[in-house]
C-alpha cells in the first residue's frame, strides 16, 4: 500500500494481537511510528499489552512515554490506558514502577487492583497485597472473583495453605463464590507439597458445595492423589470422570509411573488414542520418565527414540529427563554424551538441563568436562541464572579449579547465602582459611546472614587456624546472634576444632554432654583427632561408637581391626567384637587419576602396574631418601595396610605415571577411595617440591593440595 494510515496500522495490529502473536505486534508498531503515525489511545492500548506478553521493557517504557506527552495518562477517562501501563510493569518485573503508576492514577478500576495485586503476589510481598485488598474495599471497589483466586492460587503455590484456606472463607463470607480455578490452585498446591489430609478435606468440601463435577476439579484430584501416593484413588476419581482430556490421561499416567506401575502407565498410555486423545510431548516425557525412574533405561531409550516417528516433536524437557535419569542412575558420561547430542540436534539447553548434569562431574578428574559445560552455559547466556552460577562455583572448587569458582563469584550479580556458602566452603576445602574469613565479614557487610552451612564453615576454619576461642564463641552465641539452633554438623566441627588444638578430653566432653545424640560423623570427628595424636584409647572409643552406628562399613572394621592389635600390644583396652576381620574390605582400595582427558584405575597392590612403572617409582623413592618404613609423624597407621604387606598403595602409582606421561605444567588429580596413608602423604609433598608439581587428592577425607613440599590440610586429616 502506498499510503497506511492509522486504521489500517490497527487493523494489522489487531488480527496479529487476536491471534497471540506478540513479537509481530511489537515489529508493527515500531514500523508504524518510523512511518510517522502515531497509535491512539485504544491501539497504545493494545501494543502495551503485547509488550506486557513479550516482557518487552524498553519499548514498553517508551510507550509510557508516549501516552503521557499525549495526555493519554491524566483524565478519569484513560483508566485502560493507565492499566495497560501497570500491567506492562509488572509483567516485566518493574513493581516499582508499576507501584509509581498506580498511585498516580486519578481513577483506579478492578482491573487496576487486581494488577498491582497480582504484582505483589509475584513478587512474594505478601503483607502488600493484603493491605491493597483492604484499600480497595476502603476506596468502594469490592473484590471480585479474580482477585481473590489470584491472593489464594500465589498463598498456595508459595505452601502457606493455612493462609490460602483463611482467605477462601473471607472470600465466601464476602459474598463471592469459588469457581473451579480457586478450587484447583488450592488442590494443586497440596499435590505439590504432597499433603494428603489437607488435600482430601477440600476434596470433601468440595463435593459438599458441588464443586468437584468438572474436568478441570477432576484432574487436579487426580493430581493430589497420585503424587500423594494414593493411586487407587487416583484411579476412582480418574474414572468417574465424564470427558476425559489430556490433562486427566496425563495426570493418571504419571501417577501409575511415579508409584512404580509403568506397566499400567504404559497400558494406559496405549489406550488413548483409541479413546481419541492424542499424546501429547508431556505423555511421552512422562513415560520416558517413569521408565528411567525405574531403572529399565532401555525401554526409556526406546520410547525416546520412537515419538518422532509419531509425530511429536522432543523438547527440551524430553532431553533433561534423559541426562537427569542417567546422572541418577550412575551413568555419567552418557549423561554427557545424551548433553552434546542435545546440542547437536539444535535443542538450547535450560537452567534444569544445566543443574541436572553439572553436579555429576564436580570431582577432580572431570575438571574440563566442567569447563566443557561452562562454554555451553556462557554461549546460551545461562551463566546469569543464580542456580547455575552457584552450581559452576560448587563443581570448579570440587574439581580443583579455585580460580575459576573465584572468578564465576566475582562475576555473580545476584549473590545470595548459597553464592556465599558456595564460595566460603570452596576456600574451606582448598585450604584457605583467611578468605574463608574475608567472605565471611564481607557477607555479613552486605546485609546477608550467615546460615547453618556458613557457621559450620567458620568453625572449622577457626579450628585451622588454631584459634579456639573464637570458635567457642561463634559456637556458644550461634542461636544469639545468628538465630542458628547448634545441630550435629556444628557439634562436629566443635569436637574437630578441639582436637586439632590436641584437646582431646574437651572434645570427648562436648559429645559426652551433647543435647542430640551423636552420628557419625561427631565420632569421626573424634577418631580422627585421636589418630593424628596418637591416642588409641580415645580412637578406639569412636571407633566402636561408629561400628554401632554403621556396623557394615569396611572401613571402620578394619580400624577396629588395627586399632585391637595396636591396644594388645600396649594398653589395657576392653576388647570388641569385629565383623568379617578376615575380609576386611570390601574392596581393594583405588585410585582414579587424570591424564590428557583420560582417567585411568589402579588399585593398592596392582600386579598390572608395568614392572617400568614400578621400577620408576622405585627409583624416585629412592632419590628422595625414602623408604617403605618412613611414615613420619607420630600418628596412629590404622585406615589402611602397610605396603610391606599389599604392595604399593594405589595413589603411589597414580603419582609415578602422572609424573611420567603428563605435561609438567599440568596439575596431577586423583581420587582415592580411602584415606592416605602418612607415607604416601610424605610421598606427594616430597614430589610436589622436587619436580614442582601441583598434585590435588581427594580422599573420603578431605582434599588435599600438594605445592612445594606442603599439603594445604596442614598435615590434618
Given at each position: 500500500?502506498?499510503?497506511?494510515d492509522l486504521l489500517t496500522w490497527s487493523a494489522m495490529i489487531g488480527a496479529y494481537a487476536t491471534r497471540g502473536m506478540f513479537d509481530e505486534v511489537l515489529a508493527?508498531?515500531?514500523?508504524?511510528?518510523?512511518?510517522?503515525?502515531?497509535?491512539?489511545?485504544?491501539?497504545?492500548?493494545?501494543?502495551?499489552?503485547?509488550?506486557?506478553?513479550?516482557?518487552?521493557?524498553?519499548?514498553?517504557?517508551?510507550?509510557?512515554?508516549?501516552?503521557?506527552?499525549?495526555?493519554?495518562?491524566?483524565?478519569?477517562?484513560?483508566?485502560?490506558?493507565?492499566?495497560?501501563?501497570?500491567?506492562?510493569?509488572?509483567?516485566?518485573?518493574?513493581?516499582?514502577?508499576?507501584?509509581?503508576?498506580?498511585?498516580?492514577?486519578?481513577?483506579?478500576?478492578?482491573?487496576?487492583?487486581?494488577?498491582?495485586?497480582?504484582?505483589?503476589?509475584?513478587?512474594?510481598?505478601?503483607?502488600?497485597?493484603?493491605?491493597?485488598?483492604?484499600?480497595?474495599?476502603?476506596?468502594?471497589?469490592?473484590?471480585?472473583?479474580?482477585?481473590?483466586?489470584?491472593?489464594?492460587?500465589?498463598?498456595?503455590?508459595?505452601?502457606?495453605?493455612?493462609?490460602?484456606?483463611?482467605?477462601?472463607?473471607?472470600?465466601?463470607?464476602?459474598?463471592?463464590?469459588?469457581?473451579?480455578?480457586?478450587?484447583?490452585?488450592?488442590?494443586?498446591?497440596?499435590?505439590?507439597?504432597?499433603?494428603?489430609?489437607?488435600?482430601?478435606?477440600?476434596?470433601?468440601?468440595?463435593?459438599?458445595?458441588?464443586?468437584?463435577?468438572?474436568?478441570?476439579?477432576?484432574?487436579?484430584?487426580?493430581?493430589?492423589?497420585?503424587?500423594?501416593?494414593?493411586?487407587?484413588?487416583?484411579?476412582?476419581?480418574?474414572?468417574?470422570?465424564?470427558?476425559?482430556?489430556?490433562?486427566?490421561?496425563?495426570?493418571?499416567?504419571?501417577?501409575?509411573?511415579?508409584?512404580?506401575?509403568?506397566?499400567?502407565?504404559?497400558?494406559?498410555?496405549?489406550?488413548?488414542?483409541?479413546?481419541?486423545?492424542?499424546?501429547?510431548?508431556?505423555?511421552?516425557?512422562?513415560?520416558?520418565?517413569?521408565?528411567?525412574?525405574?531403572?529399565?533405561?532401555?525401554?526409556?531409550?526406546?520410547?525416546?527414540?520412537?515419538?518422532?516417528?509419531?509425530?511429536?516433536?522432543?523438547?527440551?524437557?524430553?532431553?533433561?529427563?534423559?541426562?537427569?535419569?542417567?546422572?541418577?542412575?550412575?551413568?555419567?558420561?552418557?549423561?554427557?554424551?545424551?548433553?552434546?547430542?542435545?546440542?547437536?540436534?539444535?535443542?538450547?539447553?535450560?537452567?534444569?538441563?544445566?543443574?541436572?548434569?553439572?553436579?555429576?562431574?564436580?570431582?577432580?578428574?572431570?575438571?574440563?568436562?566442567?569447563?566443557?559445560?561452562?562454554?555451553?552455559?556462557?554461549?546460551?547466556?545461562?551463566?546469569?541464572?543464580?542456580?547455575?552460577?552457584?552450581?559452576?562455583?560448587?563443581?570448579?572448587?570440587?574439581?580443583?579449579?579455585?580460580?575459576?569458582?573465584?572468578?564465576?563469584?566475582?562475576?555473580?550479580?545476584?549473590?545470595?547465602?548459597?553464592?556465599?556458602?558456595?564460595?566460603?566452603?570452596?576456600?574451606?576445602?582448598?585450604?584457605?582459611?583467611?578468605?574463608?574469613?574475608?567472605?565471611?565479614?564481607?557477607?555479613?557487610?552486605?546485609?546477608?546472614?550467615?546460615?547453618?552451612?556458613?557457621?559450620?564453615?567458620?568453625?572449622?576454619?577457626?579450628?585451622?587456624?588454631?584459634?579456639?576461642?573464637?570458635?567457642?564463641?561463634?559456637?556458644?552465641?550461634?542461636?544469639?546472634?545468628?538465630?542458628?539452633?547448634?545441630?550435629?554438623?556444628?557439634?562436629?566441627?566443635?569436637?574437630?576444632?578441639?582436637?586439632?588444638?590436641?584437646?582431646?578430653?574437651?572434645?570427648?566432653?562436648?559429645?559426652?554432654?551433647?543435647?542430640?545424640?551423636?552420628?557419625?560423623?561427631?565420632?569421626?570427628?573424634?577418631?580422627?583427632?585421636?589418630?593424628?595424636?596418637?591416642?588409641?584409647?580415645?580412637?578406639?572409643?569412636?571407633?566402636?561408637?561408629?561400628?554401632?552406628?554403621?556396623?557394615?562399613?569396611?572401613?571402620?572394621?578394619?580400624?577396629?581391626?588395627?586399632?585391637?592389635?595396636?591396644?594388645?600390644?600396649?594398653?589395657?583396652?576392653?576388647?570388641?567384637?569385629?565383623?568379617?576381620?578376615?575380609?576386611?574390605?570390601?574392596?581393594?582400595?583405588?585410585?582414579?587419576v587424570e591424564i590428557r582427558n583420560m582417567v585411568y584405575f589402579f588399585s593398592t597392590g596392582d600386579n598390572v602396574a608395568s614392572e617400568h612403572l614400578v621400577a620408576?617409582?622405585?627409583?624416585?623413592?629412592?632419590?628422595?631418601?625414602?623408604?617403605?618404613?618412613?611414615?613420619?609423624?607420630?600418628?596412629?597407621?590404622?585406615?589402611?595396610?602397610?605396603?610391606?604387606?599389599?604392595?604399593?598403595?594405589?595413589?603411589?602409582?597414580?603419582?609415578?605415571?602422572?609424573?611420567?606421561?603428563?605435561?609438567?605444567?599440568?596439575?596431577i588429580r586423583i581420587i582415592k577411595t580411602a584415606r592416605m596413608c602418612n607415607h604416601c602423604h610424605t610421598f606427594a609433598k616430597l614430589v610436589s617440591e622436587k619436580?614442582?608439581?601441583?598434585?590435588?587428592?581427594?580422599?573420603?577425607?578431605?582434599?588435599?593440595?600438594?605445592?612445594?613440599?606442603?599439603?594445604?590440610?596442614?598435615?590434618?586429616?
Open positions: 500500500m502506498s499510503h497506511r508493527l508498531a515500531v514500523s508504524m511510528v518510523s512511518e510517522g503515525v502515531l497509535p491512539d489511545r485504544f491501539l497504545i492500548t493494545r501494543i502495551l499489552q503485547a509488550c506486557a506478553y513479550a516482557e518487552d521493557l524498553e519499548l514498553g517504557s517508551a510507550l509510557h512515554s508516549m501516552a503521557i506527552r499525549r495526555g493519554f495518562m491524566g483524565r478519569v477517562k484513560d483508566v485502560p490506558v493507565g492499566n495497560s501501563v501497570l500491567v506492562m510493569y509488572v509483567k516485566c518485573g518493574e513493581l516499582g514502577r508499576a507501584r509509581g503508576v498506580f498511585e498516580k492514577m486519578r481513577r483506579r478500576d478492578l482491573g487496576t487492583w487486581n494488577s498491582m495485586i497480582f504484582g505483589c503476589c509475584r513478587s512474594c510481598e505478601w503483607e502488600e497485597a493484603r493491605r491493597l485488598l483492604e484499600d480497595m474495599r476502603h476506596e468502594g471497589t469490592e473484590p471480585g472473583v479474580v482477585t481473590w483466586n489470584t491472593l489464594i492460587s500465589s498463598y498456595a503455590r508459595s505452601g502457606d495453605l493455612d493462609v490460602a484456606v483463611e482467605l477462601l472463607e473471607q472470600m465466601e463470607e464476602s459474598g463471592v463464590e469459588p469457581d473451579v480455578v480457586t478450587w484447583t490452585s488450592l488442590v494443586s498446591a497440596c499435590a505439590s507439597l504432597k499433603l494428603l489430609g489437607q488435600g482430601s478435606e477440600l476434596h470433601c468440601y468440595a463435593i459438599k458445595i458441588g464443586s468437584v463435577n468438572n474436568v478441570l476439579s477432576g484432574n487436579s484430584l487426580v493430581d493430589m492423589y497420585a503424587k500423594c501416593g494414593e493411586i487407587v484413588a487416583a484411579c476412582r476419581i480418574f474414572n468417574e470422570i465424564p470427558e476425559k482430556d489430556i490433562f486427566s490421561w496425563n495426570s493418571m499416567v504419571a501417577g501409575y509411573a511415579q508409584a512404580g506401575y509403568c506397566g499400567k502407565a504404559y497400558e494406559l498410555f496405549c489406550k488413548m488414542e483409541d479413546y481419541g486423545i492424542r499424546r501429547n510431548v508431556i505423555t511421552w516425557n512422562t513415560m520416558i520418565s517413569g521408565y528411567i525412574r525405574n531403572g529399565d533405561d532401555e525401554r526409556a531409550f526406546e520410547l525416546f527414540q520412537t515419538m518422532e516417528g509419531y509425530g511429536i516433536k522432543r523438547d527440551t524437557a524430553s532431553w533433561n529427563i534423559l541426562i537427569a535419569g542417567s546422572v541418577h542412575n550412575g551413568y555419567f558420561d552418557r549423561a554427557l554424551r545424551i548433553f552434546r547430542q542435545m546440542q547437536s540436534a539444535g535443542m538450547k539447553p535450560d537452567y534444569i538441563t544445566i543443574l541436572s548434569i553439572i553436579p555429576a562431574f564436580a570431582n577432580l578428574v572431570a575438571a574440563w568436562k566442567v569447563r566443557e559445560i561452562h562454554a555451553c552455559i556462557f554461549h546460551h547466556n545461562l551463566e546469569m541464572d543464580g542456580k547455575i552460577a552457584n552450581a559452576l562455583i560448587n563443581a570448579y572448587s570440587k574439581s580443583g579449579d579455585l580460580a575459576a569458582a573465584c572468578s564465576v563469584f566475582d562475576r555473580h550479580s545476584s549473590r545470595n547465602i548459597i553464592s556465599w556458602n558456595c564460595i566460603i566452603v570452596a576456600h574451606l576445602i582448598h585450604g584457605s582459611p583467611t578468605q574463608v574469613l574475608d567472605h565471611f565479614f564481607e557477607m555479613k557487610q552486605h546485609g546477608v546472614l550467615p546460615d547453618h552451612t556458613t557457621l559450620t564453615a567458620v568453625i572449622k576454619v577457626y579450628g585451622m587456624e588454631g584459634m579456639v576461642s573464637e570458635g567457642r564463641e561463634i559456637f556458644l552465641n550461634m542461636d544469639k546472634v545468628y538465630n542458628v539452633t547448634p545441630d550435629l554438623d556444628h557439634y562436629a566441627a566443635m569436637v574437630e576444632l578441639l582436637g586439632r588444638s590436641g584437646r582431646l578430653q574437651e572434645a570427648y566432653e562436648i559429645i559426652d554432654g551433647m543435647p542430640l545424640t551423636p552420628n557419625f560423623t561427631v565420632w569421626d570427628a573424634l577418631l580422627t583427632s585421636a589418630i593424628m595424636h596418637g591416642n588409641v584409647r580415645l580412637a578406639q572409643l569412636a571407633a566402636t561408637e561408629m561400628s554401632v552406628i554403621e556396623p557394615n562399613d569396611p572401613r571402620i572394621q578394619m580400624v577396629l581391626s588395627n586399632l585391637q592389635d595396636l591396644a594388645g600390644k600396649s594398653f589395657d583396652v576392653p576388647k570388641v567384637t569385629v565383623h568379617n576381620k578376615g575380609r576386611m574390605l570390601d574392596e581393594v582400595e583405588s585410585c582414579l620408576e617409582l622405585k627409583l624416585m623413592l629412592i632419590q628422595m631418601g625414602l623408604s617403605m618404613s618412613d611414615i613420619g609423624n607420630g600418628t596412629l597407621e590404622v585406615e589402611e595396610e602397610m605396603e610391606e604387606v599389599v604392595g604399593f598403595h594405589c595413589e603411589k602409582l597414580a603419582i609415578a605415571l602422572a609424573i611420567s606421561d603428563s605435561p609438567c605444567f599440568r596439575s619436580y614442582g608439581r601441583q598434585i590435588l587428592i581427594k580422599d573420603p577425607k578431605c582434599l588435599h593440595k600438594f605445592e612445594n613440599g606442603n599439603c594445604s590440610c596442614e598435615d590434618y586429616w
